[in-house]
């Protein structure tokens, strides 16, 4: 019963170009969204998050679009630089219900970009 | 400063043995967390805090016994360890319980059981 699904293991991109990580969840109570990076031996770290009341969210190269209907949400990394290679993670929670005050993971991407 | 520690980072033992790992926050936050990374990389809640009060118990067996001191700390005890309990160990801390607080992640402690 994974509510939170990466179908992609792995993503290879070019220095300089996008890379895209996406995630699809199925619990329609999640209302509020995250990515988090982590590097080997080294706990995640926040990235960026969306609330449900929003379709995107930008921190500097880093974006956060969500399309609730299709339940769906991505990060967009522009330009990728080397040191953005990293397990992605997508993680939900919601304000209500079970998952209220926990974050479910998704088993996370791991992008490497190529100098 | 690291925000969140956990020791140890690696920790091997026999199967039936009972083991600690320790978990620290200086951020000044509410609440704070256990999860497990297991061998498919899913990272996975088991409990949290909240004021040194239990909020969240997933269906972890009883064997697993989270002690929280002070707001600061979340031990994790676990008896009579089996294979099966090998795995990452993640604490996490985040300002107050609810969706929509960002978690701090410790950097992990490997759990081999032989």
């Known amino acids: 019963d994974q509510q939170v699904k990466q179908n992609s293991p792995s993503l290879s991109v070019q220095e300089g170009r996008i890379s895209i990580l996406n995630c699809d969840y199925t619990n329609s109570m999640f209302d509020y969204f995250l990515w988090y990076k982590k590097y080997p031996a080294e706990g995640p770290t926040f990235l960026i998050s969306?609330?449900?009341?929003?379709d995107k969210n930008e921190d500097g190269r880093f974006t956060v679009f969500l399309n609730k209907s299709a339940k769906h949400l991505s990060l967009h990394i522009v330009p990728s630089q080397p040191g953005d290679s990293a397990v992605y993670f997508c993680?939900?929670?919601?304000?209500?219900?079970?998952?209220?005050?926990?974050?479910?993971f998704g088993q996370g991407t791991i992008l490497t970009v190529h100098p | 400063d690291t925000a969140v520690s956990q020791t140890p980072k690696y920790l091997v033992t026999q199967m039936g043995n009972d083991k600690s790992i320790k978990c620290e926050q200086n951020?000044?936050?509410?609440?704070m967390y256990w999860y497990k990374q297991d061998s498919k990389k899913f990272l996975k809640i088991m409990f949290s805090?909240?004021?040194?009060?239990?909020?969240i118990n997933e269906t972890v067996p009883n064997r697993f016994s989270p002690k929280s001191p002070d707001k600061a700390h979340l031990n994790l005890h676990i008896n009579s360890l089996e294979l099966g309990d090998s795995a990452v160990y993640f604490c996490a801390s985040s300002q107050a319980w609810g969706s929509y607080n960002e978690q701090f992640f410790g950097p992990g402690t490997r759990l081999t059981v032989l």
């Open positions: 805090y909240n004021n040194k009060e239990l909020i």
């Open positions: 951020l000044g936050h509410d609440t």
């Open positions: 969306i609330s449900s009341i929003k």
């Open positions: 993680a939900a929670s919601a304000d209500g219900g079970t998952s209220y005050g926990k974050l479910t």
